[in-house]
């Protein structure tokens, strides 16, 4: 036994960071074990806490696992989660009742994002700190609930972490290697949400901006277009295909105006644009607008009124909000009180502090009924942008510009909690930076804080596994019903409260 404990203390010395990234990633997926065997929604595709696209996402998964050729429809939604979802159901054979092996499947992928982001965290943050960023990305109640159900933020917060490890590592000069492999890992995000494309504005800015001085130009320049190229190689395949169904399409209706064919991920940016800014917008999902023109909500591009939101979206959006400028700044206001909700969710199983009495807003993960904590929060993440603009802590000024990517994208379109949660990979940093920079003047605080912090948090492991001994937790919903078969609308909002 002591040779054995000797053995384990020497390969810890020589490899602390291996050992460190297995142990984030193991408690980590033990915390998500955890909480699916407490759920009474363990075995659901989705979850009470969050819906989404569960429906589409499973029904893609079904038709690419299959190999069966779906109709040609309007590339509406990115590819690449439900085609992961698809080699599962063809892995793990298609769904009998459970969905248990998938959401398993989704926790260990969430589980290596949560270890592969303390590995890079560990630069901009020290071993100490990024071990407790680590924790709270563990232990976010609002992870716990989209790790563990068909959510392609599990997959995106992956590209978006690869994304700002890559870019931190281009100050010194971006190579070859770490060009092409960015240029992936932004295409790949691409697929899995569209808007990551429009993030290479904002990471040119950074490197512009903060790059090393000593670092020459014009081989940067190279680099960062050769980026940019790979990143258009991986979406071209996807272009293709989407140019061939919206050729057909274009041809089944010959009399209406035509789609544009060069789509590179997906058509939804104008009718988006349109549902969400207009006198009907409530901040959140709504598509009343898209309702009220027939076809009982139903997307269909041979509806003229929808087809012109499809193609003149956004010139429909940008004329209500100057005909109504107040209603517009009041409804950006909205939107971003939605986005910041993500950051009244609490930790572990039972959400603390926040609770497990609340609502799930359409397309939108659980709220709390009192989000008081996103304010606090908020004004820290304020101070962490503030601070990122110093010379000290200018490594974190990527972090502050893809958030204000992301909030300039919500207020051009809808406010989502879940929005900000699958920010966590940079949002965490700027979080903890004013503790970091207070504690920096305080050598003893530097290393004390962040261990206390960290102990304390593991509680949040002990508590999942009381809870897993006990019987699932039950809750109540309750909501707009179908008035034919009598069942939740779930792509509405939804009360929840646990049951007694």
């Known amino acids: 036994m002591r040779q054995l404990f000797h053995s384990a203390r020497a ?84 769904p009998r009742g459970s969905a248990f092996p998938y959401k398993l499947s989704l926790a260990l992928l969430n589980s290596a994002t949560v270890a592969f982001t303390w590995w890079w965290w560990r630069r901009v943050l020290g071993t100490g700190w990024s071990l407790l960023a680590a924790a709270l990305f563990s232990s976010s109640f609002g992870w716990l609930v989209l790790s563990t159900t068909y959510s392609n933020e599990v997959l995106y917060a992956l590209f978006l972490s690869a994304t700002c490890w890559l870019v931190l590592q281009s100050r010194e000069g971006l190579s070859w ?118 076809k009982d909500g139903n997307l269909d591009v041979a509806n003229p009124a929808q087809r012109h939101l499809l193609l003149h979206g956004y010139a429909e959006g940008l004329r209500w909000m100057s005909e109504h400028p107040a209603d517009a700044a009041r409804l950006w206001r909205s939107k971003l009180d939605r986005w910041l909700d993500g950051l009244g969710l609490g930790l572990g199983v039972s959400n603390w502090p926040s609770g497990l009495r609340g609502s799930r807003p359409p397309v939108d993960i659980f709220i709390p009924e009192s989000p008081w904590l996103k304010w606090p929060l908020t004004l820290l993440l304020l101070l962490g942008a503030a601070l990122s603009l110093r010379a000290p802590y200018r490594a974190f000024s990527l972090f502050t510009l893809v958030v204000l990517h992301r909030a300039l994208i919500t207020l051009a379109f809808f406010g989502y909690a879940r929005g900000l949660l699958v920010l966590f990979p940079a949002l965490l940093p700027l979080l903890l930076l004013p503790a970091v920079a207070l504690a920096s003047r305080h050598p003893a605080l530097d290393r004390k804080l962040p261990a206390f912090a960290l102990a304390a948090l593991l509680l949040l492991w002990a508590e999942a596994g009381v809870l897993a001994l006990s019987e699932p937790r039950n809750f109540n919903a309750s909501g707009s019903t179908d008035q034919v078969r009598g069942k939740l609308i779930q792509d509405d909002w939804i009360q929840i409260w646990p049951k007694n």
């Not at 569960?54 to 590819?79: I, K």
């Not at 800015?205 to 960062?224: C, D, I, N, S």
């Open 11 to 94: 390969f810890l010395t020589r490899h602390p960071v291996a050992v460190g990234a297995l142990g984030t990633f193991v408690l980590s997926l033990l915390l998500r074990v955890l909480y699916l065997d407490a759920s009474m929604d363990r075995d659901w595709p989705f979850s009470i806490f969050f819906y989404g696209d569960t429906r589409f996402f499973h029904g893609y998964a079904l038709d690419w696992a299959r190999d069966t050729p779906a109709p040609p429809t309007l590339p509406y939604h990115p590819p690449l989660f439900p085609a992961l979802l698809g080699v599962l159901y063809q892995l793990l054979g298609e």
């Open 177 to 294: 290697w770490a060009a092409v492999l960015l240029g992936v890992v932004m295409g790949l995000g691409s697929l899995t949400r569209a808007e990551h494309l429009y993030l290479w504005p904002f990471l040119l800015a950074h490197v512009v901006f903060h790059r090393e001085r000593q670092v020459p130009w014009k081989p940067q320049l190279a680099r960062w277009a050769v980026a940019v190229a790979v990143c258009l190689a991986v979406l071209a395949p996807w272009s293709v295909r989407n140019a061939r169904i919206l050729q057909e399409l274009n041809a089944r209706a010959p009399s209406l105006e035509p789609l544009p064919e060069l789509t590179l991920v997906t058509v939804y940016g104008p009718i988006n644009f349109a549902m969400a800014n207009n006198a009907r917008a409530t901040g959140g999902f709504t598509p009343d607008l898209v309702n009220q023109l027939g």
